[in-house]
């Protein structure tokens, strides 16, 4: 089974700087993709980049890239240009493309907080 | 608007009450999903409905029963919950097979008191 881990509880960062949150995961798959998801107040989860396992280029969305070590199975994502609508909890998943649907395995989340 | 509703936002019930979660999606996907978000726990993925037909259950207790009647439909009919049921449930929904993300609502926090 495939596991998702972050290290990192709670993180901090001052507005227009730049934070990387960590994310390790376990699976003996080769194909597979990767997601960070922003969850807000608000609850709702919402996708904040995405990576399939067989692109080596790093994705990029705006002030968000992640940096995808597949040897490592790392997944670390780099928000730059922190602002104060980035404070939420962010959730590293990884998706099997082997099964039916669209099942994700989440890390716990890191809690990250943006000080003005 | 996010595309997937779920109602109600909050909920309130005692152990021996009956509820149901409701959830609809507006973007035309085939697949969706319960999820359970405790505190301090990460998301559990409790059903998986693709096509309509159960692919997956996790072993959730039977006090959880869900009913896809349609596509666009999800519930997830609740009796004789327990107050370590208190949770935040979301719903997803997805294009399977071929899409690569899914899409989820804001949740209904449910307490079991």
């Known amino acids: 089974a495939q596991t998702v881990t972050q290290s990192q509880p709670e993180m901090s960062v001052q507005e227009a700087e730049t934070v990387t949150l960590s994310c390790t995961y376990d699976t003996s798959e080769s194909d597979y993709y990767l997601f960070w998801y922003k969850q807000p107040p608000s609850r709702q989860m919402i996708l904040v980049i995405r990576?399939?396992?067989?692109?080596?280029q790093n994705a990029t969305e705006n002030r968000f890239s992640v940096n995808f070590q597949k040897a490592a199975k790392s997944f670390s994502l780099k928000i730059s240009d922190s602002q104060l609508g980035d404070a939420a909890m962010y959730f590293c998943?990884?998706?099997?493309?082997?099964?039916?649907?669209?099942?994700?395995?989440f890390g716990g989340g890191t809690r990250l907080m943006v000080k003005p | 608007e996010t595309g997937v509703t779920q109602t109600p936002r909050h909920l309130v019930m005692g152990m021996t009450n009956k509820k149901s979660l409701k959830c609809e999606q507006h973007l035309g996907h085939n697949a969706m999903y319960w999820y359970k978000q405790s505190a301090k726990k990460p998301l559990e993925l409790m059903f998986v409905y693709s096509l309509e037909e159960r692919v997956e259950n996790n072993s959730v207790p039977s006090r959880f029963s869900p009913e896809c009647p349609n596509s666009s439909h999800l519930f997830l009919h609740l009796h004789t919950l327990q107050p370590e049921d208190s949770a935040l449930y979301l719903c997803?929904?997805?294009?399977?097979?071929?899409?690569?993300?899914?899409?989820f609502g804001q949740g209904t926090r449910l307490t079991v008191v």
């Open positions: 998943a990884y998706r099997s493309d082997l099964n039916a649907g669209n099942m994700l395995t």
């Open positions: 997803a929904s997805s294009q399977d097979p071929g899409g690569t993300e899914a899409f």
């Open positions: 990576q399939e396992a067989y692109k080596q």
